[in-house]
C-alpha cells in the first residue's frame, strides 16, 4: 500500500530555512505527480506545492513563490521541499501527498514545522 513518511520539519527562526522529505513506497514514485500540503490549525488543507512525475513542472501558491522549491529524486523515491526566508504564517503541519494538486486521496502523517523567534 502507498506509503508516505515525511520528515525534516522543527523550529525556526524567522528569515530561516527548513528542507522536508517525504519517504515514498507502495508504488511507482517515477510515474506520480507529488505534492506538499500543509494545514495550520483552524485552518483547512492549503497545497503548497506540486512538481510532475518527470519533475518538469512545477506549481506554487502564491504565498511561498520564490521563496520554497519542490524537487523530487526518482531514484531514491524521495520527495524534498525546502524552505527558505520563512515566515510565522508558514506554520503548519506539512504533508507529502500522492497527487498533483486536491484532492489528495494518499497522504503522509506529516511533519510539524514552526516559526518563532
Known amino acids: 500500500q502507498v506509503q508516505l513518511v515525511e520528515s525534516g520539519g522543527g523550529l525556526a527562526q524567522p528569515g530561516g530555512s527548513l528542507r522536508l522529505s517525504c519517504a515514498a513506497s507502495?508504488?511507482?514514485?517515477?510515474?506520480?505527480?507529488m505534492s506538499w500540503a500543509r494545514q495550520a490549525p483552524g485552518k483547512g488543507l492549503e497545497w503548497v506545492a506540486g512538481?510532475?512525475?518527470?519533475?518538469?513542472?512545477?506549481y506554487y501558491t502564491d504565498a511561498v513563490k520564490g521563496r520554497f522549491t519542490i524537487s523530487r529524486d526518482n531514484a531514491r523515491n524521495t520527495l524534498y521541499l525546502q524552505m527558505t526566508s520563512l515566515q510565522p504564517e508558514d506554520a503548519a503541519l506539512y504533508h507529502c501527498?500522492?497527487?498533483?494538486?486536491?484532492?489528495?486521496?494518499?497522504w503522509g502523517q506529516g511533519t510539524q514545522v514552526t516559526v518563532s523567534s
Open positions: 501527498a500522492k497527487s498533483w494538486g486536491p484532492p489528495f486521496r494518499n
Open positions: 507502495g508504488f511507482i514514485f517515477r510515474n506520480s505527480a
Open positions: 512538481i510532475y512525475s518527470d519533475g518538469t513542472a512545477t
